[in-house]
């Protein structure tokens, strides 16, 4: 990545572990469990501040679209700019996230886990997009846990037809 760092001040890198945007998303994701539907969420940041945050709705409100990135990206609202942003979610992003953040342009991607979930890294970094992947291990036990439980649901939201 030959992109400058966006905050100068800055002497050491940020925990992201400790970042208040990834413990957004990661508690949207555990409010969309609380409510039955899939445990995804997502936040975007723009200097460490979050700008809004939102999970997976296919349950919720049976919009299949919904995926933890897009609910974070709709209830941001309008951006007149992503260049200077980060989209934190708690699973590897899909196909369809994946083209969202390239088309906004968003620079950088930090992500919980993508063990349960491949998602689409080479995409993105063929792209230029920054991925940071924290392997969190609360992020993997709530997929992991979902997915045992919930193997439709979850086949229904990666689009993969269970097999017969
Ligand atoms: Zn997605």
């Given at each position: 990545?030959?992109?400058?760092?966006?905050?100068?001040?800055?002497?050491?890198?940020?925990?992201?572990?400790?970042?208040?945007?990834?413990?957004?998303?990661?508690?949207?994701?555990?409010?969309?469990?609380?409510?039955?539907?899939?445990?995804?969420?997502?936040?975007?940041?723009?200097?460490?501040?979050?700008?809004?945050?939102?999970?997976?709705?296919?349950?919720?409100?049976?919009?299949?679209?919904?995926?933890?990135?897009?609910?974070?990206?709709?209830?941001?609202?309008?951006?007149?700019?992503?260049?200077?942003?980060?989209?934190?979610?708690?699973?590897?992003?899909?196909?369809?996230?994946?083209?969202?953040?390239?088309?906004?342009?968003?620079?950088?991607?930090?992500?919980?886990?993508?063990?349960?979930?491949?998602?689409?890294?080479?995409?993105?970094?063929?792209?230029?997009?920054?991925?940071?992947?924290?392997?969190?291990?609360?992020?993997?036990?709530?997929?992991?846990?979902?997915?045992?439980?919930?193997?439709?649901?979850?086949?229904?939201?990666?689009?993969?037809d269970t097999a017969e």
């Amino acid at each position: 990545m030959t992109q400058e760092p966006q905050l100068p001040s800055a002497t050491a890198p940020p925990r992201v572990d400790a970042d208040p945007a990834f413990e957004a998303a990661y508690q949207a994701a555990q409010k969309s469990a609380r409510e039955g539907g899939i445990p995804i969420g997502a936040a975007l940041a723009r200097g460490g501040a979050v700008i809004a945050s939102g999970h997976n709705e296919r349950v919720q409100n049976g919009d299949p679209i919904a995926h933890g990135e897009m609910s974070a990206l709709r209830a941001a609202g309008r951006q007149k700019s992503y260049r200077d942003t980060t989209l934190y979610t708690t699973l590897a992003p899909c196909a369809m996230c994946t083209g969202t953040i390239i088309q906004f342009k968003i620079p950088r991607v930090v992500v919980g886990e993508a063990r349960t979930f491949g998602g689409e890294f080479e995409l993105l970094r063929s792209r230029g997009v920054e991925v940071i992947v924290l392997d969190d291990q609360r992020c993997v036990d709530m997929m992991r846990a979902f997915q045992e439980s919930k193997p439709d649901l979850w086949a229904e939201d990666i689009a993969e037809d269970t097999a017969e």
